[in-house]
């Protein structure tokens, strides 16, 4: 074998060796990513949503929208205060949440309604209940949220006035395990008020009657799947329109925000897709 030869294997090698500890390094980089970094990362996002006929005294309005919280085994106390730190930080006029407040029976404390009362907005704070608030007790979570000053809209609305106009925030009860009645969400809405809804699970979406008319409704349940493959799918999303995974999405009926929440259930581990709050700004729209 001539010296040349030699040279060219070595650095065959070279390389191949190189590109099996990157490899690995990269591996091992990911699977740190998911489990010790990602999960506790929180992000807050800034969309900003049209809304068809908003008053212009709403125009520029900021939303809070907290979702899959998820306090339990996974999801510790002092990551939901994090999160409700920086929820008030961002200074928003209203707090919504979208359910999923804890997972399992043990994790409904009086140190969870105590933290959650940390969360303040000038117009008030609102939720609805997600599926495991179900399996946790319904009863129980609503008593909680009652303690920490969070206004429940199940299968209701409230006007809200700013500067003199007006904006209806309706919910309805979990797609899995409640019922969702909207005309009772949102009777005796004027038309001419833009009505946002809250509903814990984005499936709703293709089950909506046509009437009454919702103008954008904020959803979580998806948690985004917790895992984004790079360049590909999210292999563990728990809804049936897979389009409905996160960020802001054309419905059948209206426009909607996904958020992919703050805690997880199941698999402790994020990657590529990190724990969201997003901070929603309303700009006028047309009709």
């Not at 125009?59 to 998820?70: E, I, K, M, Q, V």
Request: glycine share 12%; with cysteine.
């Amino acid at each position: 074998m001539s010296g040349k030869d030699k040279a060219r294997r070595l650095t065959r090698r070279r390389f191949l060796k190189a590109l099996v500890g990157t490899a690995v390094g990269g591996a091992m980089g990911a699977v740190v990513d998911a489990l010790a970094v990602e999960p506790r990362w929180l992000r807050r996002t800034y969309p900003v949503i049209p809304v068809p006929n908003l008053p212009r005294q709403w125009d520029g309005a900021r939303l809070a929208h907290l979702s899959d919280l998820h306090h339990g085994r996974l999801v510790p106390l002092k990551q939901i205060a994090r999160a409700v730190e920086l929820a008030v930080a961002a200074r928003p006029d209203i707090v919504v949440c979208t359910g999923d407040f804890v997972t399992g029976r043990g994790a409904v404390t009086a140190a969870l309604a105590r933290t959650l009362k940390g969360l303040r907005a000038p117009l008030g704070v609102f939720a609805v209940l997600g599926n495991h608030d179900h399996w946790a007790g319904a009863g129980a979570v609503r008593g909680m949220l009652a303690k920490a000053g969070i206004t429940l809209l199940d299968n209701r609305h409230i006007v809200l006035e700013r500067g003199g106009g007006s904006l209806a925030l309706a919910g309805v009860g979990d797609l899995w395990e409640d019922r969702q009645d909207l005309a009772a969400a949102l009777a005796g809405v004027p038309a001419e008020v833009p009505r946002l809804l809250l509903c814990h699970n984005p499936d709703y979406a293709d089950a909506m009657p046509s009437a009454p008319r919702v103008d954008l409704m904020l959803c979580g349940h998806t948690h985004g799947g917790q895992v984004k493959i790079p360049f590909g799918p999210r292999p563990m999303l728990p809804i049936r329109n897979r389009r409905y995974a996160a960020g802001l999405i054309r419905g059948p009926r209206c426009w909607m925000y996904v958020s992919r929440g703050i805690g997880m259930v199941g698999v402790p581990v994020r990657f590529n897709c990190r724990p969201e709050l997003p901070v929603i700004t309303l700009r006028r729209g047309g009709a």
